[in-house]
T-cell receptor
Framework: KAGVTQTPRYLIKTRGQQVTLSCSPI?????VSWYQQTPGQGLQFLFE???????NKGNFPGRFSGRQFSNSRSEMNVSTLELGDSALYLC???????????FGPGTRLLVL | AQSVTQPDIHITVSEGASLELRCNYS??????LFWYVQSPGQGLQLLLK??????LVQGIKGFEAEFKRSQSSFNLRKPSVHWSDAAEYFC????????????FGAGTRLTVKP
């Protein structure tokens, strides 16, 4: 099976812009979670989608949003970008709660 | 609250030496525990996991970890480190108390000396 794929791998934006990141889960996985990784805060949970519904949410502002499509692919959107949003954004998929999450390679976002 | 502590930010070992990376967790029930490895610029790769059963868990690349409930620990071990093991290692806890989203430790960076 193909692994979790994320596009794009690298992205440069300027403050105030918005960005959309994409994640394609492993075939058969209905749960997709997003994480932000920064040197200062480490790995932080953003949200999880399951069957097109947000099932769980971390402690991030409303500028961070996501959605999931019927084929389980997920997108994450960040509006009004701030310098502090520069990070590696990781997507992970699993079949359901209680199962192992498998991570994609990440999208590295740089906000200038 | 659920949390994970990795006390060692950076560890250096010689190639061929044994390795132990520490992980302590706080969780109000029986946790699911994971160790992931991340090479520079890459995503996370699962090394091993503990859900239940045998407290000594074998993983990939020769790693193992032992769940010790009395010490709230899940330390990662390898008997003989290879230069290719240099990476960052993350311990994570998840479970029904938080809908199984994972809380990660801050990570331990492993350097391997030739």
């Amino acid at each position: 099976k193909a692994g979790v794929t994320q596009t794009p791998r690298y992205l440069i934006k300027t403050r105030g812009q918005q960005v959309t990141l994409s994640c394609s889960p492993i075939s058969g996985h209905r749960s997709v979670s997003w994480y932000q990784q920064t040197p200062g805060q480490g790995l932080q949970f953003l949200f999880e989608y399951f069957s097109e519904t947000q099932r769980n949410k971390g402690n991030f502002p409303g500028r961070f949003s996501g959605r999931q499509f019927s084929n389980s692919r997920s997108e994450m959107n960040v509006s009004t970008l701030e310098l502090g949003d520069s990070a590696l954004y990781l997507c992970a998929s699993r079949t359901d709660i209680g199962e192992t999450q498998y991570f994609g390679p990440g999208t590295r976002l740089l906000v200038l | 609250a659920q949390s994970v502590t990795q006390p060692d930010i950076h560890i250096t070992v010689s190639e061929g030496a044994s390795l132990e990376l520490r992980c302590n967790y706080s969780y109000g029930a029986t946790p699911y525990l994971f160790w992931y490895v991340q090479s520079p610029g890459q995503g996370l790769q699962l090394l091993l996991k503990y859900f239940s059963g045998d407290t000594l868990v074998q993983g990939i690349k020769g790693f193992e970890a032992e769940f010790k409930r009395s010490q709230s620990s899940f330390n990662l071990r390898k008997p003989s480190v290879h230069w290719s093991d240099a990476a960052e290692y993350f311990c994570a806890v998840g479970g029904p108390l938080n809908n199984n989203d994972m809380r990660f430790g801050a990570g331990t960076r492993l350097t391997v000396k030739p």
